[in-house]
């Protein structure tokens, strides 16, 4: 069987953690969508590492990690990334596997991602501009370069028939990129991917689920991006709910076992687009800093909010999860009193439904308000030490959501992880 580990909400729910620490109970982690906007941050021997392509059971001595087809690759991002990797844990290489159909992210991907942008003016989506989006639209064009490519003797007719097509693209905006200055570094990384172990993925599972091996598909991004079920356009490429597994991997939805979906206790977006509990106020700006919340990849400061049961409630069931994985709790110590979002009011009636588009929806949520605790979260080591009022806060959340709390996240530290009572 396959699990599932995805975040719920807009992305930032602390997967990498979560991850790095169930992967001790599997043989192979599974990266299935998403490219190298997605950072995972890991504490390896107290040194931060933060993962954007690699699955984040690669320092997992036991774990085979899988790149699966669902992901986009950025050839030079990938090796500098492992190239770090391999200077922490020198046998990195010897348990990482790439899958033959996933598709490569080029130069002039960069270029048009970063054109297109900036054409919106005002109406921006809050793309990174690593060339994720326009790499997914040759992908569904039919028009992609992908990783079993490289291993092809017509591999530079290919390249220079796709980058022609984007060049021409290009012409269309009046922006300038220089992609040329990035096409040397691209070539050398593809040189490097040439060495790493390339499979044919769905065989590759498929022999080692056969064989009883347990697997973990590991999502990037979060459930509130999804391209068909986020909040559109504000999205990002693929499908980040517990369906593009099966897509990202090649592997049947029976096959499919827990699906852990993980929400911080209170809530962060990053970029454009539609956030229903925003705190634009003095307390968005403590849970901001009290949360560190700056994008690991990016830098850009998160937004900042209550948790947002409607929201959460909508991608529990899209995913079908069958655990929730509470994190960042610590972060609310210092607040006297915390809000939940309960519902929404559009056009003044009321629903806990999630909208069909909640960019032009006049919605205003509505809060149910909690009180704040006295001791530190931090310091419990166990379910049983936690504050009553932060155990009420936790039950009406599973009330909410019909899903079971399995383990809260109480601080950065790899073991500071309470598991909750079965």
């Not at 954007?52 to 090796?79: E, M, Y």
């Not at 046998?91 to 942008?117: G, Y």
């Not at 060049?167 to 593809?190: C, G, S, T």
Request: charged residues 25%; proline residues 4%; aromatic residues 10%.
């Amino acid at each position: 069987m396959i699990d599932v580990l995805l975040g719920l909400q807009w992305g930032d729910e602390g997967k990498g953690k979560i991850v790095d620490y169930l992967a001790a109970r599997y043989d192979i982690i599974a990266r299935f969508q998403g490219g190298p906007n997605a950072g995972h941050t890991l504490y390896v021997d107290g040194q931060k590492v933060v993962l954007r392509t690699i699955p984040s059971g690669v320092f997992q001595s036991h774990c085979l990690n899988l790149i699966g087809n669902g992901v986009v690759i950025d050839p030079v991002a990938l090796k500098a990334e492992l190239t770090t990797l391999v200077n922490i844990r020198p046998d990195v290489l010897s348990r990482l596997f790439v899958s033959q159909k996933a598709h490569l992210i080029l130069p002039t991907h960069r270029a048009l991602d970063a054109a297109s942008e900036a054409a919106k003016g005002v109406d921006k989506i809050g793309s990174t501009l690593k060339g994720i989006g326009p790499a997914y639209m040759d992908k569904t064009g039919r028009n992609g370069l992908r990783v079993g490519d490289i291993q092809s003797k017509d591999f530079n007719k290919k390249y220079e028939q796709l980058k022609q097509k984007h060049i021409a693209m290009l012409r269309q905006y009046d922006f300038e990129v220089n992609w040329q200055e990035w096409e040397q570094e691209f070539l050398e990384a593809i040189e490097y991917m040439r060495g790493l172990q390339i499979v044919n993925a769905e065989y590759w599972l498929d022999e080692h689920i056969r064989n009883g091996k347990k697997i973990l598909a590991e999502g990037a991004q979060g459930s509130m991006l999804d391209i068909d079920y986020g909040t559109y356009p504000f999205v990002t490429s693929s499908n980040t709910i517990a369906s593009g597994v099966c897509n990202g991997l090649g592997v049947a939805p029976s096959r499919i076992g827990e699906v852990y979906g993980i929400s911080k206790a209170y809530c962060t977006r990053v970029g454009s687009g539609p956030f229903p509990t925003e705190l634009d106020d003095e307390t968005g700006e403590a849970l901001r800093k009290a949360g560190n919340e700056f994008g690991a990849v990016t830098g850009r400061s998160r937004r900042c909010g209550w948790i947002d049961l409607i929201a959460l409630r909508y991608t529990v069931m899209l995913s079908g999860v069958t655990k929730i994985i509470l994190t960042k709790a610590d972060v609310l110590d210092g607040f006297k009193e915390l809000k939940a979002g309960v519902a929404y009011k559009i056009d003044g009636v009321e629903t806990k439904e999630f909208p069909f588009d909640i960019c032009t929806a006049n919605l205003e949520p509505v809060y149910k308000t909690f009180s704040g605790w006295d001791k530190p979260i931090s310091e419990c080591n166990a379910y049983d030490e936690l504050p009553p009022s932060f155990k009420e806060y936790c039950d009406f959340v599973e009330e909410s959501l019909g899903t079971k709390i399995a383990f809260i996240s109480n601080g950065t530290g790899r073991d500071q992880l309470l598991v909750t009572p079965s």
